[in-house]
């Protein structure tokens, strides 16, 4: 059974870091790739970028390229979205999905991640 | 940038059909997925490819696409259908993916 298990909530304050996972079970990790999406509270979908576990190449939204950085690491079956710097805009739930052709078919149940001071 | 449009919301009567649009460019090339998102849950696929539904999606489920428009229909609604519903394409020239706005469906 395909699974994706995210790591827990995060409360942090404005300029810290942040490094969340979404753990994959039940499938070829190398061979599929892995997005993260964005949902800040009562809004919509934004997608933020994708890798591909096989040779890491990793591909962003550009509203994200330089605010995160998205990885795998394949010896874990984990993807990983993480930040350098959080701003308090950076509250919402990240939640990360695998890329099946073109559509998203599995998600995580998402991650919980506010920045406040 | 590439954008897809959705109404804001939908309402429809138990055992009606819902209709929920989705407005883009070049759907004869780009398929349409849709995801169904309840309140505190992560998004469900519902449909893929325009119209095919992943194991377990009820029949009641169906897609459309033609020219600029895509199309979720939900037969014989239910008040567990009572969601977000999301549109996304892949946008094969700009390998980036795009999602509508969303879409409440309430069900009276």
């Known amino acids: 059974d395909v699974q994706l298990v995210q790591s827990g909530a995060e409360v942090k304050k404005p300029g810290e870091s942040l490094k969340i996972s979404c753990k994959a079970s039940?499938?070829?990790?190398?061979?599929?790739?892995i997005g993260w999406v964005r949902q800040k509270p009562g809004k919509g979908l934004e997608w933020m970028g994708i890798?591909?576990?096989?040779?890491?190449?990793?591909k962003y939204n550009p509203s994200f390229q330089g605010q995160v950085a998205i990885s795998a690491d394949k010896s874990v079956t984990t993807a990983y979205l993480q930040w350098s710097d959080l701003k308090a805009t950076d509250t919402a739930i990240y939640f990360c999905?695998?890329?099946?052709?073109?559509?998203?078919?599995?998600w995580g149940q998402g991650t919980q991640v506010t920045v406040s001071s | 940038s590439y954008t897809l449009t959705q109404p804001p919301s939908v309402s429809v009567a138990p055992g009606k059909t819902a209709r929920i649009t989705c407005g883009g460019k070049?759907?004869?090339?780009?398929?349409v997925h849709w995801y169904q998102q309840k309140s505190g849950q992560a998004p469900v696929l519902v449909v893929y490819?325009?119209?095919d539904r992943p194991a377990g999606i009820p029949e009641r489920f169906s897609g459309s696409s033609s020219g600029n428009t895509a199309t979720l229909s939900i037969r014989r609604v239910e008040a567990g259908d009572e969601a977000d519903y999301f549109c996304?394409?892949?946008?094969?020239?700009?390998?980036?993916?795009?999602f509508g706005g969303g879409t409440k469906l309430t069900v009276l």
């Open positions: 039940g499938y070829d990790f190398s061979s599929f790739w």
């Open positions: 890798t591909y576990p096989g040779d890491s190449d990793t």
């Open positions: 999905a695998r890329r099946n052709n073109l559509k998203f078919d599995r």
């Open positions: 070049n759907f004869d090339t780009n398929t």
């Open positions: 996304q394409v892949w946008g094969l020239s700009s390998d980036q993916v795009v």
């Open positions: 490819d325009d119209s």
